[in-house]
């Protein structure tokens, strides 16, 4: 029912920057929906990169703090992720999630994913 529709992302030299869009369709954000950015590499697991809650707070990896922000417009059910200064290893699928509640338990939401490639 709900669709996640990324884009942004691409081939960018290390030290440059991509921003990344995650437009949802079929519901709008709500305060209760936890949107968040994970990554992942061919043999690795997906990880987390940066998440949101709908009250405006948000919450990122280490390894990215400071160079990424993730920002949402629930009016536009759109989350994005500005990603700078970016290193080769950032080099990743990005995928978007929505978390949202239902009843006793949740449902979770992912995009295709985007590639990301930061050459050196």
């Known amino acids: 029912q709900v669709q996640l529709v990324e884009s942004g992302g691409g081939l960018v030299q290390a030290g440059g920057s991509l921003r990344l869009s995650c437009a949802a369709s079929?519901?709008?954000?709500?305060?209760?929906?936890?949107m968040a950015w994970y990554r992942q590499v061919p043999g690795k697991q997906r990880e987390l990169v940066a998440d949101?809650?709908?009250?405006?707070?948000?919450n990122y990896a280490d390894s990215v703090k400071g160079r990424f922000t993730i920002s949402r417009d629930n009016a536009k059910n759109t989350v994005y992720l500005q990603m700078n200064s970016l290193k080769p290893e950032d080099t990743a699928v990005y995928y978007c999630?929505?978390?949202?509640?239902?009843?006793?338990?949740?449902?979770?939401?992912w995009g295709q994913g985007t590639q990301v490639t930061v050459s050196s």
């Open positions: 999630q929505a978390v949202r509640p239902y009843y006793n338990s949740r449902i979770v939401y």
């Open positions: 079929g519901s709008s954000f709500s305060i209760n929906t936890i």
């Open positions: 949101s809650t709908g009250g405006g707070t948000t």
